[in-house]
């Protein structure tokens, strides 16, 4: 019965692998479309082919195609980072900012605003900021002994967190409140409305160099949610591959945060919807994962430059659409870890 549906699944994966890829590419495209000045799917494919000029071709080419890109780019890597850190913690409630990725992310961008520093130094600031804080994590749970680090890992996570926050909160009274408080207060709600094809060179190659790992030992990664014990008796050493998994994450993480801001729901979401579609396998969850949170923000972009006259932020739509529907997810159950 069990090598049955393992066949089925199998046999199941490229047509899912090619609805989600056709769907990706349908959606992408749609995207360049819509938004307040309209553009035909004539003159889209000619901006695309090089063969249509004027106003349309700008807006195609150098406004949404950058952003359609960096959704697809934020989206997948925040879905892919959601599914390795439930898997690495065994707990669906787990999502990137758990180790205060997203705070000490925001903390340094916060601050770069408040130093007026140029866009460039500010996106750097918050990379490091993310890195910064889950690396203070790693310490002090380094420190702590005869516990459990899991454990350890989220307790001093949602510490630096918290003390992240409050940093973040004092530079905003602190801000000027004309100027620099609503770019702070905008940059930290999340959007794509000032990415260009400049800001996501930085950001994709420190996308690609943390999912490598995570991709090349999906199979390990799937041992270790088995528990720390029964990863050991199959070979795995779990302490050190807790922490590469940790570290190719928040890679992952603190890369796409820096370019989008705060953008909340989407690595919590997006793996239960994707584990519902193909279990727990983390081989097969990775992808699938990426693509779904590919899309998903691709469609949460599009909405929130073209329903209204002004641009709604990404985190409050990702948190009112994330909200019911996560509540949808947990009331049909999800599936098992193993």
């Known amino acids: 019965m069990v090598e049955g549906t ?45 063969a249509e000029t004027g106003q349309a071709a700008t807006v195609v080419l150098s406004i949404r195609l950058p952003r359609v890109a960096a959704a697809l780019l934020v989206g997948g890597a925040l879905a892919a980072a959601g599914a390795s850190y439930q898997t690495l913690f065994r707990n669906p409630l787990v999502s990137p900012d758990i180790l205060g990725v997203s705070a000490g992310a925001g903390l340094g961008a916060v601050l770069g605003i408040f130093l007026s520093l140029p866009v460039a130094a500010i996106q750097g600031m918050a990379f490091l900021g993310g890195l910064g804080a889950v690396a203070l994590v790693a310490l002090v749970a380094a420190a702590v002994r005869n516990a459990d680090q899991t454990l350890v890992l989220v307790l001093t996570g949602v510490v630096v967190g918290a003390l992240a926050g409050a940093a973040t909160s004092l530079l905003k009274v602190l801000a000027d409140p004309y100027d620099q408080l609503p770019a702070i207060t905008f940059w930290l709600l999340g959007s794509l409305a000032a990415v260009t094809a400049e800001d996501m060179l930085p950001a994709l190659p420190v996308v690609l160099v943390g999912l490598v790992p995570l991709v090349a030992l999906r199979w390990r990664i799937n041992v270790l949610s088995l528990g720390d014990e ?109």
């Open 6 to 50: 393992r066949a089925v699944r199998r046999d199941a994966t490229l047509p899912l692998a090619a609805g989600l890829g056709f769907g990706l590419v349908a959606m992408a495209f749609a995207a360049l479309l819509i938004g307040p000045y309209p553009v035909s799917p004539a003159q889209a494919i000619g901006a695309l082919a090089g």
């Open 230 to 338: 029964e990863a050991r008796a199959l070979g795995v050493e779990a302490g050190r591959l807790r922490l590469l998994v940790i570290a190719a994450a928040t890679l992952v993480t603190a890369s796409v945060v820096s370019l989008a801001g705060v953008v909340g729901w989407v690595g919590l979401v997006i793996p239960h919807l994707a584990r519902m579609l193909v279990g727990p396998g983390f081989g097969l969850l990775l992808p699938v994962s990426a693509a779904i949170g590919a899309g998903y923000l691709l469609v949460v972009d599009t909405l929130a430059r073209s329903a209204t006259s002004t641009e709604i932020p990404l985190g409050v739509l990702t948190a009112v659409i994330g909200a019911p529907f996560f509540i949808g997810l947990l009331a049909r159950g999800r599936r098992g870890w193993t």
